[in-house]
């Protein structure tokens, strides 16, 4: 079955960068969109990126845009999330998820595109 790890979260002061990376298996991973998402405490889970099958295409959201940047290899069958620059407000559980085979900017943000979905990896900034 389908699975994804996340990892490369920890603890960071502001102004910091982590990489954090979803190893995937199970699915032939260039396949498929793929996107993060994060979850703070007490609030909704929120997009943060996503990437098309080939890694051409992004959507980033505002909150992130500038700092955050989304890439992928695809024969190593890894995302990844580059977080540079990183603020208080950023801390969360960070997860990565499947999306469609068919790239759709629209479709990119919202949750119910996505249908695998890893435990989470925690990115705590502190200040």
């Known amino acids: 079955q389908v699975q994804l790890v996340e990892s490369g979260g920890g603890l960071v002061q502001t102004g910091g960068s982590l990489r954090l990376s979803c190893a995937a298996s199970?699915?032939?991973?260039?396949?498929?969109?793929m996107g993060w998402f994060r979850q703070a405490p007490g609030k909704e889970r929120e997009f943060v990126a996503a990437?098309?099958?080939?890694?051409?295409?992004?959507s980033v959201a505002d909150s992130v845009q500038g700092r955050f940047i989304i890439a992928r290899d695809n024969a190593k069958n890894t995302a990844y999330l580059q977080m540079n620059s990183l603020r208080p407000e950023d801390t969360a559980v960070y997860f990565c998820?499947?999306?469609?085979?068919?790239?759709?900017?629209?479709?990119?943000?919202?949750?119910?595109?996505?249908?695998?979905w890893g435990q989470g990896t925690q990115v705590t900034v502190s200040s």
């Open positions: 199970g699915l032939t991973f260039s396949n498929y969109s």
């Open positions: 990437l098309s099958p080939g890694g051409g295409r992004t």
């Open positions: 998820a499947r999306g469609s085979w068919l790239w759709s900017f629209s479709r990119a943000s919202t949750r119910a595109s996505y249908d695998n």
